[in-house]
């Protein structure tokens, strides 16, 4: 399974951060897998920001859930994340991830079973 994080690498505070995670090698509705979105800000360590399971449940962090939103398109096989009202705290580098539960406290990104190599996006005027 190869997964790829796509968009942009700049936002401006207060905008709408999206990003995208296509799959390749298997497939997003199968399998009893979670999809999950994680970042990692400069000098920090990850940060859960929410899932999607195979069969679409979502799963949001406590802390995030007012401007997450997670969302799939099973046609493409990807999914995609989206972040309102962004400020220059939420600089950091998102990963896309498979694992095989809902692991919302990964320590390190190989705790999942695949992952993205990451996508830098910036909060800056």
């Known amino acids: 399974v190869q997964l790829q994080e796509s968009g942009p690498d700049l936002v401006k505070p207060s905008q709408t951060l999206s990003l995208t995670c296509f799959v390749s090698g298997g497939s997003i509705t199968t399998g009893y897998y979670y999809w999950n979105w994680i970042r990692q800000p400069p000098g920090k360590g990850l940060e859960w920001m929410g899932a999607?399971?195979?069969?679409?449940?979502?799963y949001y962090s406590p802390s995030l859930k007012s401007r997450t939103s997670i969302s799939r398109d099973t046609s493409k096989n990807q999914f995609s994340l989206q972040l309102s009202s962004v400020t220059p705290d939420d600089t950091a580098v998102y990963h896309c991830?498979?694992?095989?539960?809902?692991?919302?406290?990964?320590?390190?990104?190989?705790?999942?079973?695949?992952w993205g190599q990451g996508t830098q996006v910036t909060v800056s005027s």
């Open positions: 991830a498979m694992g095989d539960y809902l692991n919302a406290h990964a320590v390190r990104i190989e705790e999942y079973d695949y």
């Open positions: 999607i399971a195979y069969d679409g449940s979502i």
